[in-house]
């Protein structure tokens, strides 16, 4: 096995950091710069991202329909939220 990088190196950083062009790297990418957009538009709003989220593969035209169908009608459930404020 090859040995582990020290904690705190840059070869530590490089080891354990998504590959340049990598779905990880053009989303923290697009989520910085949304970010950057959102703070300066609405400075005296308290801007955060989700902390987790789930992500599925779509497999068949049935995980489409039912993942399509969430899309389209959970919106009418936001009044329901726990984190809801009319």
């Known amino acids: 096995p090859q040995p582990q990088p ?8 490089k080891a354990i ?5 990598s779905i990880a790297t053009v989303v923290r990418s697009f989520k910085s710069a949304c970010t950057k957009h959102i703070r300066t538009v609405f400075p005296n709003q308290n801007f955060g991202w989700q902390e ?3 992500d599925t593969i779509i497999r068949d035209e049935a995980s489409w329909d039912r993942i399509s169908n969430y899309i389209v009608t959970n ?6 939220d726990k984190f ?3």
């Open 75 to 80: 919106p009418a459930n936001w009044d329901k």
């Open 17 to 21: 950091s998504p590959d340049s062009g």
């Open 6 to 13: 020290q904690p705190h190196t840059p070869a530590f950083y």
């Open 84 to 86: 809801y404020e009319p």
């Open 52 to 54: 987790r989220f789930w």
